[in-house]
Each structure stands twice: as C-alpha cells, then as structure tokens.
C-alpha cells in the first residue's frame, strides 16, 4: 500500500511516471515525493523480490472461514526464503495470511 509520508492519506494520491520513478502528490495534504516502482525489500533493502498472492480471508458461517480475494505482496527470495518455499510447493493456491479471524468465544 502506498501513503503519503507527511499525512498517512492512502486514497487521494496522484501518480506520474518520468523515467524510472513514479512521481507522486498527496491531494489531501500537498505533499510531493518520488518512488521507484519496483518493489524492495524491506528488511535488507534487496531488489529481489517476487510478487505472489496472499489471500483475503473472512468468517462466514460459525468457524467457517472463506477466501473471498486475494492482494499481491512482494516478497524477498533472501529474507521471506522459507514462505516462498512454501508458496511454490502449494502452488497455484495463494498464500494464507499469518493471522486468520477467529471466532469470539465470547459469542
């Protein structure tokens, strides 16, 4: 996801290319920057990176849980080895997120 660094605004953003960056305005605050549109790393700042799918999950019935979509994340070939390992066992289901919705056993 992308924000504006000044505000936190995630919705009113424009974009330009211009060569190799994405020229960005927040509209909500007036605030400019710059970003690369490739993904990096955001533990060891590496380039290599593999976009894959991670599933949007929800509670529908009782404890039924259901994957009603998926995101893109970016994920590091060094530092997320082990998930992409997993991912590329599993293929072509997408990824589950670490923390599924639980029912509340006050309910």
Excluded at 4 to 14: H, K
Excluded at 42 to 65: F, H, M, N, W, Y
């Amino acid at each position: 996801m992308i924000a504006c660094p000044s505000c936190g605004e995630d919705e009113r953003l424009a974009g330009t290319p211009d060569g190799h960056v994405i020229r960005l305005a927040c509209e909500a605050c007036g605030e400019r920057w710059e970003r690369t549109p490739r993904p990096s790393c955001k533990q060891c700042g590496g380039a290599d990176t593999q976009a894959v799918p991670l599933a949007i999950v929800e509670k529908s019935r009782g404890t039924q849980l259901s994957v009603v979509g998926t995101r893109t994340i970016h994920l590091c070939s060094q530092c997320d080895a082990a998930t992409l390992a997993a991912y590329h066992r599993n293929r072509p289901n997408p990824l589950m997120p670490d923390e599924l919705p639980t029912v509340d056993p006050a309910t």
